[in-house]
C-alpha cells in the first residue's frame, strides 16, 4: 500500500512538471514544417504551396498568439519568438491576398495591426521597432523577411532557441556576401539600404566596420551613393 500511495503522489507531481513545463516554451515545429515544404535554400516562397497548408498555417498562427513570451523564457526564447512573428505575419498578408506583386500593393502594409495578443494588437513597423530593436541585436535586420526580393532571405526553417545564435551569426555573413545584396568588392561598393535605413543600429554608425566582421571583402567606407535600389518585388 505505502508504494501504491508513493506512486500515486509521483504521477501528478510527473504531470505538473510536464505541464508547467509546456506553459514556459513555444513550439515552431510547425512554422518549420511550412517553410522547409515551401521555401528554397535560396529563400524563393511558394505562396500557393503556403496557401494549401494553410489551415496548419493558421494553427501556427494562432499558437503565436496564444503563447506569448513569459518573464521565464530565455533571451534566445523570446528573440526567435519575435523574428518568427515578423515573417509569420509578412507571410499571413501575402496570402491572405494573394496573388500581390509586392507586399507594398496592399494597404499600409506595414502599420495594420495583423498581430494580437490578448488585447494589443501589433502592427509589422511595432513589431520591428518596438520590440526586436529593442534587443540591441543588429544582427536581427539579417534574419527578417518582409516578402521581397531585396529583403534578407526567408529561411527555410523556424528559428529556435536553440538555433537563433548560429543562425544571427550565419544569417548575417550569408547576407553580407550574397551579390544580390551587396556589392563588395575592391572595384565597387554598393550595399543594400538595410544598412542606409538602420545606420545607427550597426557598431553606432560604422557600418563599414560592422561589414568587416564578415565580408570577404575589406571596405574603409561607404560612398554616398553608395546603396543598391531595393526590389520590392515579391519573393516568390
Not at 516554451?25 to 503556403?50: A, C, F, P, Q
Not at 526564447?77 to 496592399?106: F, G, H, Q, R, T
Not at 488585447?119 to 516578402?147: G, M, Q, T, V, W
Request: hydrophobic share 35%.
Amino acid at each position: 500500500m505505502k508504494k501504491k500511495y508513493a506512486l500515486l503522489l509521483f504521477i501528478p507531481t510527473m504531470f505538473f512538471c510536464v505541464i508547467a513545463k509546456a506553459q514556459i516554451s513555444m513550439s515552431h515545429s510547425v512554422w518549420d514544417r511550412i517553410l522547409i515544404l515551401n521555401v528554397t535554400k535560396e529563400g524563393k516562397v511558394n505562396y500557393e504551396g503556403v496557401i494549401l497548408d494553410s489551415a496548419l498555417f493558421y494553427q501556427y498562427f494562432r499558437s503565436l498568439s496564444d503563447n506569448p513570451p513569459t518573464d521565464k523564457w530565455s533571451r534566445d526564447e523570446k528573440l526567435a519568438y519575435w523574428i518568427n512573428v515578423y515573417n509569420s505575419v509578412a507571410m499571413k498578408m501575402i496570402i491572405d491576398n494573394y496573388p500581390v506583386k509586392s507586399i507594398n500593393d496592399l494597404h499600409n502594409p506595414w502599420n495594420q495591426k495583423f498581430f494580437r495578443i490578448k488585447d494589443n494588437r501589433y502592427s509589422l513597423d511595432e513589431i520591428e521597432h518596438n520590440i526586436l530593436r529593442k534587443f540591441n541585436e543588429p544582427r536581427i535586420h539579417f534574419l527578417i523577411n518582409c516578402a521581397s526580393n531585396s529583403s534578407p532571405k526567408l529561411w527555410n526553417m523556424a528559428y529556435t532557441k536553440d538555433n537563433i545564435n548560429e543562425a544571427l551569426e550565419n544569417r548575417t555573413r550569408e547576407f553580407i556576401n550574397d551579390p544580390s545584396k551587396n556589392i563588395i568588392t575592391k572595384n565597387k561598393i554598393s550595399i543594400s539600404q538595410v544598412f542606409e535605413w538602420y545606420k545607427d543600429d550597426f557598431n553606432n554608425g560604422d557600418v563599414a566596420d560592422f561589414i568587416n566582421q564578415y565580408s570577404n571583402v575589406r571596405i574603409n567606407t561607404i560612398p554616398k551613393n553608395g546603396y543598391m535600389k531595393y526590389d520590392w518585388s515579391l519573393n516568390e
